[in-house]
């Protein structure tokens, strides 16, 4: 650690001291979040009276000391280089009046990010009602240790749980519960990942994800589609958020979607405002539900109730779909039967050489076929389970084991 320090105190007179001087304050510049390598200064501000500054790490017997020269104002900084996740701790000074000793100040943690970053997302969305809740998940690579969420502006206590598997593919989750969600829980979150035994050695920080909270503003936009909501399959649509009140910034989400919201901001705010959004070479992916919100730019976090939904419907192409079982080379998986197609009620069934195709030799069976919407089923001993599917392309590979 590089270190270099300068005092800056005012000298005065008193008639009498106290035995134990008032303790000073603590903090650090640019933040208590260190990247590895890179420089903080660390300030204690004492009394006028105060003669030197001492700084103390936890669990640590070097200390450091600044002498107060004469005419010098009454705080005192410290600076260090990160160089290693070593120097990660709590620390806390204290200043020297004469033969008394001030208390220590509170205890100051500084973090130092080393590991690689998390992910944070939120369910069901990061645009959130009023009155409604939200889970915020910070997902971690590593196998064990503690996640935290952290609010940017620091108005909100550090949020941290043990991680705990999922079943996310080997990831590592925590899930921070938000119920009955107020005005106040909008903003930039954060979160990060302590997979050491060393407390204060952190990830680097998760991409930021804003939550913003609906139903701020007293009237909702409407939102309407240009030249309509059917739109055919490589076409252009404009989708138009129309506010009736004083609005400068517009967001447009699809329902299901974890995607953030689309985001416009506009130069003009003077009702009515409209911003348009346009959507290119539409494909069978963009078809859904859409509602957009208005808010203020100076309170980006709190939007207005939503729109009516808007269904836009691309038209001009069939849902691809396959309903497929692939084995690797050697015996099947213990317990396959077979795969049947269940129409729908009311659908005919599709135009397959049978519903149930019950493979008893290597390669492709069963041929090729198209039908209308239903399930498709895979059978084993617990049943038949399936998934609702669209017009069928049906392609079965099997291995000579499965009966």
């Given amino acids: 650690m590089t270190l270099t320090f300068t005092a800056l105190l005012c000298i005065g007179e008193s008639d009498s001291f106290p035995e134990v001087l008032p303790k000073p304050s603590i903090w650090a510049d640019p933040g208590t979040m260190v990247t590895q390598g890179s420089l903080v200064t660390i300030w204690c501000q004492g009394s006028l009276l105060a003669d030197v500054y001492h700084l103390y790490k936890e669990k640590s017997s070097v200390s450091w000391k600044a002498k107060a020269p004469q005419g010098s104002r009454n705080k005192a900084w410290f600076h260090f280089e990160f160089s290693s996740s070593s120097e990660a701790g709590q620390y806390q000074c204290a200043y020297q009046s004469r033969n008394l000793w001030s208390e220590q100040s509170d205890p100051l943690p500084l973090v130092v990010t080393v590991y690689m970053a998390p992910s944070l997302s939120a369910q069901p969305s990061p645009v959130v009602a009023a009155g409604g809740s939200v889970s915020l998940t910070c997902s971690s690579q590593y196998a064990a240790g503690t996640l935290h969420l952290l609010k940017e502006g620091g108005a909100d206590p550090l949020r941290h749980k043990t991680s705990s598997n999922y079943g996310n593919q080997g990831r590592e989750q925590a899930v921070f ?78 329902e299901g979607s974890l995607a953030p919201p689309l985001h416009l901001r506009l130069q003009d705010p003077a009702p009515p405002v409209q911003a348009n959004f346009t959507l290119r ?123």
């Fill in 177 to 254: 519960f938000v119920g009955r969600v107020t005005t106040s829980h909008g903003g930039t979150y954060r979160c990060y990942d302590a997979p050491s035994a060393q407390p204060y050695v952190w990830s680097h920080p998760s991409d930021p994800l804003h939550l913003q909270v609906t139903g701020e503003a007293p009237r909702r936009p409407s939102l309407s589609a240009r030249p309509g909501a059917s739109v055919p399959r490589g076409e252009n649509v404009t989708l138009q958020c129309r506010s009736e009140v004083q609005s400068d910034t517009f967001h447009l989400s699809k």
């Fill in 281 to 403: 070479a539409v494909s069978s992916a963009h078809s859904g539900s859409y509602r957009c919100y208005s808010s203020r730019s100076t309170a980006p976090h709190l939007l207005s109730l939503p729109s009516d939904p808007l269904e836009l419907l691309v038209s001009g192409e069939a849902p691809p779909w396959s309903c497929v079982l692939r084995v690797r080379t050697g015996p099947c998986p213990q317990g396959i039967s077979g795969l049947r197609w269940e129409p729908q009620e009311g659908q005919s069934p599709p135009r397959c050489p049978s519903q149930t195709h019950t493979p008893t030799h290597a390669g492709p069976v069963g041929g090729t076929g198209k039908g209308e919407a239903g399930l498709c089923r895979v059978g084993d001993r617990s049943g038949w389970a399936g998934r609702e599917l669209g017009l069928m392309h049906l392609s079965l590979n099997w291995c000579s084991a499965c009966k």
